[in-house]
């Protein structure tokens, strides 16, 4: 398996994962409807983990532009690398944003909440405010990398890493995840976007493109802000 498509097809797991558990919870007559926000961060973590367990041997398992970025700030990572692997990702989120919108096809007419058709796809602030919006997603991102470096640096993880990233997603969602979903990844909140866009949902709304910049901005900022912080004070 290539680079490239190994970071297609985890992240496309990881959204897969990701909007089909908030799928199952927000949507009218789910099984898991009204599960809750743990439920949620739970499901994200187990996404993120098992993508990476999946192709963390074929690619490194980035599954996300902020982790290519920030690797590729403090060279661990070469530059020349880094549109293949967002590409990848990019193209592997909007495919599992779309078997989501296949898997939940009849529970779209049923729901008659738009916001929360949207939100099965992409993330949306509680308190409209876009520069408190931005830097929660800045430290979300920054946290996340950081921490990623971190735990990779430890030898006594190794072969439970992907599980213990697993959860330091779950712990980042519930600290941090109330005021904007906790996109912390462009290519997890673009390409799902993208598809709500395409996608002949019934009873959509707009795909909100007026707040789109902040959970791809905020992320690739905090991405390289978590990388070089970690660099300066550990490596």
């Known amino acids: ?33 009204d599960s ?21 041997k074929y690619s490194g398992a980035h599954v996300n532009p902020a982790v290519t970025l920030g690797l590729a700030t403090i060279g661990l990572f070469p530059w020349a690398d880094v ?4 590409a990848g990702q990019m193209i ?3 495919i599992g944003a779309t078997l989501v919108y296949l898997h939940y096809y009849p529970h779209w007419a049923e729901t008659e909440d738009k916001d929360a058709k949207l939100a099965v796809f992409a993330t949306g602030p509680a308190i409209n405010n876009p520069m408190a919006n931005l830097f929660s997603e800045i430290l979300g991102t920054a946290i996340l990398v950081f921490g990623l470096l971190g735990i990779g640096a430890n030898k006594f993880s190794e072969g439970l890493n992907p599980l213990i990233v697993g959860f330091f997603i779950a712990a980042i969602g519930l600290s941090f995840g109330g005021t ?7 290519a997890r909140d673009l390409g799902p976007r993208l598809a709500h866009f395409f996608m002949p949902i019934a009873g959509k709304r707009d795909s909100d493109w007026t707040y789109a910049w902040i959970p791809v901005v905020g992320p ?3 991405g390289v802000c978590g990388a070089l912080l970690y660099k300066a004070i550990v490596m």
């Open 1 to 33: 398996m290539s680079s490239f498509l190994g970071e297609l097809i985890g992240t496309l797991i990881l959204t897969l994962f990701g909007c089909g558990v908030v799928g199952g919870v927000v949507l009218n007559k789910s099984k898991a409807q």
């Open 36 to 56: 809750g926000w743990i439920v949620i961060t739970l499901g994200w973590g187990f996404a993120v983990a098992f993508a990476v367990y999946l192709v963390g």
């Open 83 to 86: 549109p293949m692997y967002i």
């Open 92 to 94: 592997g989120a909007f």
């Open 180 to 186: 904007t979903g906790y996109a912390i990844n462009p």
């Open 220 to 222: 690739i900022l905090g």
